[in-house]
């Protein structure tokens, strides 16, 4: 399957819209981070409790539970910073809670709450219905999972660094790793407008992003390096077009299909994955969009400067 062939768009000279486009969604992020205090962590790094209550109504004439009734009664009886949301059905809820020194109690306190509160949901069920889960994480644990994701993608970075600067030179490493940078900012950044916390499935996908994007930069890496040779004659410019034209319908062809799963798995995955699969549907979308227009143009933009600063050091 073939289109886009024998196309010659002349990407590069777009290259300082495309790094004002990045440059404003890195900054956005970063004003989303400072309104919110930081990076939204999930129960899975702050500690806390996780539960999944069923309010499936007792009888069919009554009408299914309000959200925002349950935020209100659980706001007056201490549970003010609690995150509450539906889970696939309006019926199961999810209720998260930070952690305290005493996790039975709280889960005590909330059943009852809940119970004297909602009779209509709860009366009719044994413990085991109602509360259909319970998950605690204690704080430390999650500051030593934050710690190890967080080493985890740096070492991810530092071994693509390393093997691109085997496979090519250290200039495509760097270009690739800046635009990986870009990519996983920039999607963290766009969680935290959308009000997603990064939660360990989060941090999942990230990883899976980073993959993805590399493959798609090393692609055309290839092509790059291949087509140095053949258009000796060419400017640095040019070749660069000309190899990113050559492999624009496979990257089409290739984040369009990738896109179809990742859409699949938006809408009919669940909450259970919406945070994974909502990062997915953003990292595919800007890591196409930077192996074009972000470490391509590294690399032109790099190989300007250099001969800028070898004309000035012969000046002198």
Do not use: C
Not at 70 to 81: A, K, N, Q
Not at 290 to 298: N, Q
């Amino acid at each position: 399957m073939n289109f886009l062939t024998n196309t010659h768009i002349d990407f590069i000279s777009k290259r300082k819209i495309a790094f004002i486009i990045s440059g404003l969604l890195i900054l956005a992020g970063i004003v989303s981070w400072i309104i919110h205090g930081g990076p939204q962590y999930g129960i899975d790094f702050t500690g806390g409790t996780l539960f999944e209550f069923d309010f499936t109504p007792d009888t069919q004439d009554t009408p299914p539970v309000e959200i925002q009734q349950v935020r209100d009664v659980l706001g007056s009886e201490g549970f003010s910073d609690a995150v509450i949301q539906e889970f696939g059905n309006p019926n199961i809820i999810l209720i998260k809670i930070k952690a305290s020194e005493n996790p039975k109690e709280d889960e005590e306190k909330l059943l009852s709450v809940l119970r004297s509160n909602f009779s209509k949901y709860a009366g009719n069920k044994t413990e085991i219905d109602f509360l259909r889960r319970s998950e605690h994480v204690g704080s430390k644990v999650g500051e030593e999972l934050r710690g190890k994701a967080v080493i985890a993608i740096l070492l991810a970075l530092l071994g693509i660094i390393i093997y691109i600067w085997w496979r090519f030179e250290l200039t495509f490493g760097l270009a690739a790793v800046l635009a990986l940078f870009h990519d996983v900012i920039i999607t963290i950044g766009l969680l935290s407008i959308f009000n997603i916390e990064i939660t360990i499935s989060v941090i999942a996908a990230l990883l899976a992003i980073v993959g993805y994007s590399l493959n798609d930069t090393i692609v055309l890496f290839v092509r790059i390096r291949e087509d140095l040779k053949i258009y000796r004659k060419e400017n640095y410019d040019s070749v660069i077009n000309h190899s990113i034209n050559d492999v624009l319908s496979r990257t089409v062809i290739t984040s369009f299909t990738t896109l179809i799963v990742v859409v699949i798995l938006f809408f009919f995955g669940g909450e259970g994955i919406r945070a994974f699969s909502t990062t997915l549907l953003i990292g595919v979308i800007i890591g196409t969009y930077s192996s074009i227009f972000i470490a391509s143009p590294v690399l032109v933009a790099y190989r300007n400067w250099k001969t800028k600063h070898s004309e000035r050091k012969h000046r002198r």
